[in-house]
């Protein structure tokens, strides 16, 4: 009896090119970072900071999505088991990094709407900045990973 194992795969060259192609999601980054890092005697804009986690979390919805869609895939034979695991690691990283992004979406609005205190601003900056480095180390180790699937190929032609 066989039986067909489902690994998980990329595709280097789609991986890469949505990675290239979303400059808004590093934009929205940048500025919400820019705005959680202002100077304590600056007033904060909670209704413009809200907008920014919106945007970002809508942006990063749609980044994994088309990573999934496109650069991630499931074929029943593995051609590098080294790489598959990983892959399969990654991917479900997507589920895990918009959760953490939709708690600090929430934790922004009750600022907004005076259900924190304005104290609760120092905790929604660090968890933004830990938000950011597990998010910067997703895409590296997924850069990573493009590098090697790209290699393995031209391995394969030799
Ligand atoms: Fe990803």
Request: overall charge negative; charged content about 10%; cysteine-free.
């Given at each position: 009896m066989a039986i067909a194992t489902r690994t998980v795969a990329i595709n280097p060259a789609f991986l890469q090119e949505i990675k290239d192609d979303h400059h808004e999601l590093r934009q929205l980054l940048h500025h919400t970072a820019a705005m959680l890092n202002r100077p304590p005697w600056m007033q904060m804009e909670y209704d413009r900071l809200v907008d920014l986690f919106t945007k970002l979390r809508d942006q990063l919805a749609m980044h994994f999505s088309l990573e999934e869609a496109y650069g991630y895939f499931e074929d029943a034979?593995?051609?590098a088991p080294h790489l598959s695991k990983r892959a399969e690691a990654l991917r479900s990283q997507h589920f895990e990094l918009y959760s953490q992004l939709c708690s600090l979406v929430e934790r922004a609005e009750q600022l907004l709407y005076h259900?924190?205190?304005?104290?609760a601003l120092a905790g929604l900056a660090e968890g933004f900045r830990a938000f950011s480095f597990r998010l910067q180390d997703h895409e590296l180790c997924e850069s990573d990973l493009i590098l090697e699937a790209f290699h393995d190929d031209l391995g394969a032609g030799d």
């Open positions: 034979i593995t051609v259900e924190a205190p304005a104290i």
